[in-house]
């Protein structure tokens, strides 16, 4: 099995295999071709290559032709080709830039929802999402509503009161978080204990997700006795009883 660098069940299927099915392998499948986005364009792709045409025409010429699929994808397409049967190596990125003039503000969509669900005061927002918050909100009308039920949410889970559980479920039962409110049903108990409860599980799940990610940190690069180690100083550090020697044995 070394020798034909197989495996052991692999193997075993090829000894159990019938005269009849030994013979079958010497046909060849004939496998029907997948149509793609790409099929009307390949002839035009490998002429303009073939004839030395820049890169960043052919893919504005494609484009031109009526290709509508991802341009990313059609870059992609295009360096495989030349790379493969042109010896041609295109550096990435080469085929188009999205650019916004300089008189433009973009905010990105995690940004503004941050801004929206930032309830800390330590935390500080974002200045210039604040200046534009309001012009926003009356272009896209979704921001306002996520407001709104962000706000209704968080007075909710941080009140008192867990029969404001039930308020806010029959509101938002059939609106565009109706995933979320499914959720929420599933395991109301839960929630609504984490409002009426002065305890909370967060110190152990953030312990626990701790732990999880130096789990993953050390995955098959360390011995067991090295994992407990890792983990011990992580909670270990900082305390007045700590000593690093101890570590060292």
């Given at each position: 099995m070394d020798e034909f660098f197989?495996?052991?069940?692999?193997?075993?299927?090829?000894i159990?295999?019938?005269?009849?099915?030994?013979?079958?392998?010497n046909e060849r499948n004939a496998y029907k071709?997948?149509?793609?986005?790409?099929?009307?364009?390949?002839?035009?792709?490998?002429?303009?290559?073939?004839?030395?045409?820049?890169?960043?025409?052919?893919?504005?010429?494609?484009?031109?032709?009526?290709?509508?699929?991802?341009?990313?994808t059609l870059q992609t397409k295009i360096q495989r080709i030349a790379k493969n049967n042109f010896n041609i190596n295109l550096i990435r990125d080469w085929g188009y830039k999205f650019d916004y003039p300089n008189n433009v503000l973009v905010f990105k969509r995690s940004e503004v929802l941050r801004y929206i669900a930032t309830k800390n005061p330590k935390i500080k927002r974002d200045e210039n999402i604040g200046k534009h918050i309001d012009i926003i909100k009356e272009k896209y009308k979704i921001v306002e509503l996520?407001?709104?039920?962000?706000n209704d949410f968080y007075e909710t889970i941080m009140g008192k009161d867990p029969n404001k559980l039930e308020i806010f479920i029959d509101q938002y039962e059939f609106s565009v978080i109706k995933g979320f409110i499914d959720g929420i049903k599933i395991d109301i108990i839960s929630v609504k204990n984490a409002i009426s409860s002065e305890l909370s599980s967060g110190f152990v799940e953030g312990n626990n997700n701790k732990f999880k990610l130096i789990k993953r940190i050390l995955y098959g690069r360390a011995k067991l006795s090295t994992l407990f180690k890792k983990c011990y100083l992580a909670f270990k550090f900082g305390l007045d009883d700590f000593n690093i020697s101890q570590f060292t044995k």
């Open positions: 197989i495996s052991l069940p692999t193997a075993k299927k090829y159990g295999m019938t005269a009849d099915e030994v013979t079958a392998m071709k997948r149509r793609t986005i790409f099929d009307d364009y390949l002839n035009i792709i490998y002429k303009m290559l073939r004839d030395k045409v820049s890169p960043e025409i052919i893919i504005s010429y494609i484009v031109r032709k009526g290709y509508a699929g991802n341009p990313n996520l407001e709104n039920i962000y």
